[in-house]
């Protein structure tokens, strides 16, 4: 994708200056949430000044690990992604959908509390706009709208950033999903020396930027200023679609998508899923962690005085064995039908239910797997030893 989402000219900003941006925000009624260091990674938290931002932060991932290490060069947002997506606010892991006391002989509905402000979040990726849209695809239906998400949906404000660094998980590129921000922001910013370049996608966006314009400088930028922003997340595609190794950067996964609906729906009984269940923990970590998996379930909480019942819609997986359970039992009941499950309707179902891909390349499930186990590699080893006719 390139930065083509912006609606206008890109404006210089200094770094400390994007606390006119957070107040902005916060004038304008929103909770902002931003990356935070917290508990050894970098993860999604309220953020109420500059020096909440990460930085001097990098993290490096791999299959299976993450480690933070200071580097006093980093920038406020040359971190990637962490464990939490916009999912998390969006589409909690626990949240009340209906909650009833008893009244009489009867019992009463009481109203949902309503979020105490619209949310902003900063530093949001190309690969998680390409989620947002993926779970609005799911829970925005026009027949069956889920009425929390679309009014946590409309009250988003959404501050992404243009990556200038990638980890060796991230394969967005192979996804079309990054490493620039793709539409659905309302500002994005790239972060060059001791300056952002901020630019809005929309006129939400852009209503903002005229508050920051009253709090601090913005500065247009030239037509060569604004193609050496343009070139900040175009040079790390180039880099990750050359897959080389830099120092101090491992080269980045890729996967090849050609064919992958018929090249998977083509092997479901390929020897290399007994193979991947032999190492799968089928703890579901991977659909935790992944900004698009939607699937859950509602269960009765009733309290113990009996006076009150709680209907609680919580995330599901379909590691778990009771996941789809049905008259009769589940229906994967081994480890090899559950990851495969999961893989063909990410990377080919999906395709045929929502008209794209279920996966952004973020590399999330990768780096948060206990064994390491990546979905880049598992599918180039079914390509490799491909048993279609
Ligand atoms: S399947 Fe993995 S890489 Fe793809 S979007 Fe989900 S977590 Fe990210
Ligand atoms: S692939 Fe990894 S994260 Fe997913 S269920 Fe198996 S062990 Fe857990």
Same mark, same amino acid.
């Given at each position: 994708m390139?930065c083509?989402?912006a609606?206008g000219?890109p404006?210089?900003?200094?770094k400390?200056?994007f606390?006119?941006v ?6 304008a ?11 050894g990674a970098i993860?999604?938290?309220d ?6 931002l990460?930085?001097?932060w &990098? ?16 920038g406020?947002f040359?971190?990637?992604?962490g464990?939490?997506s916009?999912k998390?606010?969006l ?6 959908v209906? %909650?009833?006391?008893?009244d009489?002989?009867?019992?009463r509905?009481?109203p ?9 979040v900063?530093?949001?990726?190309g690969?998680d706009?390409?989620a &947002? ?12 709208a889920d009425?929390t998400?679309r009014?946590?949906r409309?009250? &988003?404000f959404?501050?992404?950033?243009n990556c /200038?660094?990638?980890a060796a998980t ?7 999903? +990054? ?7 309302d500002?994005a ?5 001791d300056?952002f370049?901020?630019e $809005? +996608? ?6 903002l &930027? ?5 709090r $601090? %400088? ?5 037509p060569?200023?604004?193609a ?7 040079a790390?595609?180039?880099w990750?679609h050359? /897959?080389?190794?830099m120092?101090?950067?491992a ?5 090849d %998508?050609t064919?992958?609906?018929d090249l998977l729906? !083509?092997?479901l ?12 923990l089928?703890?579901g970590?991977c659909?935790?962690v992944c900004?698009?998996?939607?699937c859950?379930?509602v269960e009765?909480?009733?309290d ?5 019942a709680?209907l609680?819609r919580?995330w599901?997986?379909?590691f778990?064995?009771?996941?789809a359970h049905?008259h !009769? ?6 480890t090899?039908?559950?990851y /495969?499950q999961?893989? %063909?309707h990410k990377?080919?179902?999906w395709?045929d239910q929502? !008209?794209?891909? +279920?996966?952004t +390349?973020?590399g999330r499930?990768?780096?948060?797997c206990?064994? !390491? ?5 598992e599918?180039?080893a079914?390509r ?6």
């Amino acid at each position: 994708m390139s930065c083509s989402a912006a609606i206008g000219p890109p404006q210089w900003l200094a770094k400390p200056d994007f606390q006119a941006v957070i107040d902005a925000l916060v004038a304008a009624g929103h909770r902002v949430v931003g990356p935070r260091v917290a508990a050894g990674a970098i993860v999604l938290d309220d953020v109420a000044c500059v020096a909440d931002l990460p930085a001097g932060w &990098l993290d490096d991932q791999d299959g299976g690990s993450y480690r933070l290490r200071r580097d006093e060069a980093a920038g406020c947002f040359d971190h990637v992604v962490g464990p939490h997506s916009l999912k998390n606010f969006l589409f909690p892991a626990r949240e009340p959908v209906a %909650t009833f006391i008893r009244d009489g002989a009867g019992w009463r509905e009481q109203p949902l509390v309503p979020d105490p402000a619209p949310l902003a979040v900063l530093g949001v990726r190309g690969c998680d706009l390409a989620a &947002l849209a993926i779970q609005d695809a799911v829970f925005l239906r026009a027949d069956v709208a889920d009425s929390t998400y679309r009014g946590r949906r409309a009250g &988003l404000f959404i501050v992404a950033v243009n990556c /200038r660094r990638a980890a060796a998980t991230c394969f967005c590129h192979s996804m079309q999903c +990054g490493p620039a921000a793709g539409p659905g922001f309302d500002l994005a910013v790239t972060e060059i020396d001791d300056r952002f370049a901020i630019e $809005a +996608g929309t006129t939400k966006g852009a209503a903002l &930027l005229a508050a920051v314009a009253t709090r $601090a %400088t913005l500065t247009p930028c030239t037509p060569a200023d604004t193609a050496a922003v343009r070139d900040v997340p175009q040079a790390l595609g180039r880099w990750m679609h050359s /897959r080389q190794a830099m120092p101090g950067a491992a080269a980045p996964r890729s996967l090849d %998508t050609t064919d992958i609906r018929d090249l998977l729906f !083509g092997n479901l009984e390929h020897p290399h899923w007994a193979a991947i269940a032999d190492r799968c923990l089928a703890c579901g970590n991977c659909t935790l962690v992944c900004p698009t998996c939607f699937c859950h379930s509602v269960e009765d909480v009733p309290d113990l005085s009996g006076d009150r019942a709680t209907l609680e819609r919580r995330w599901a997986s379909c590691f778990t064995l009771d996941h789809a359970h049905m008259h !009769g039992g589940g229906p994967r009941p081994t480890t090899a039908s559950r990851y /495969r499950q999961w893989l %063909t309707h990410k990377l080919a179902g999906w395709i045929d239910q929502f !008209g794209t891909s +279920g996966c952004t +390349g973020c590399g999330r499930c990768i780096t948060w797997c206990p064994v !390491g186990i990546d979905l880049t590699a598992e599918v180039a080893a079914i390509r490799a030893a491909d048993a279609r006719p």
